[in-house]
């Protein structure tokens, strides 16, 4: 399913965890590393697809994550020409890239509650954490300014929910 442009609706998913470091995943057989994505089906909301793809792609259930947030608007990357399918949509376009609505989650599982093999057709075969502020330039080109924005709108989120997790003690009475 394409767009008008040639862009296929999709969805990034960043998990924090609770030091907030982020889910950091090798594809298969490659030595790339990724967040978790994946194309938005037919009739399925952004939000809809998120939640299957995470469970599709690592396992992890709706009870497993809080969602912190999403971007405002599609981030877009254009694939390189040796990449692009041939072949044209239903409604003329010919693909040019994807176009992705990212969330931020915080995870409220545990680690052992990942499973990689969830799915028949695995994406990842190993995953860590990772600091927030992945090294860009272990992002394959040309996805690496889509991550970029995508790090820097939902960071605030991140702040937020630090900042709201914090205990009592932690905020001291004035007399």
């Known amino acids: 399913m394409l767009d008008k442009e040639g862009y296929r609706p999709n969805v990034g998913i960043i998990l924090a965890n609770c030091r907030n470091e982020v889910f950091w995943g090798k594809r298969v057989h490659q030595h790339a590393w990724q967040f978790p994505q994946g194309g938005i089906k037919h ?32 981030l877009r990357y254009e694939v390189p020409e040796k990449w692009l399918r041939r072949s044209r949509e239903g409604n003329g376009a010919a693909y040019r890239g994807q176009k992705q609505i990212w969330y931020l ?30 090294p860009l330039e272990t992002v394959i080109d040309f996805k690496r300014e889509v991550y970029r924005q995508a790090l820097i709108e939902l960071h605030r989120y991140l702040q937020a929910d630090r900042r709201s997790r914090r205990p009592e003690s932690a905020h001291p009475a004035h007399p």
């Open 43 to 74: 009739g399925e909301t952004p939000l809809e697809a998120m939640f299957r793809e995470l469970e599709e792609e690592i396992g992890l259930q709706r009870a497993h994550v809080r969602i912190l947030g999403r971007t405002r608007e599609w």
């Open 105 to 134: 989650l915080r995870m409220a599982g545990r680690d052992c509650d990942v499973r990689l093999r969830a799915s028949g057709h695995p994406e990842f075969d190993a995953w860590r954490w990772h600091d927030y502020w992945v």
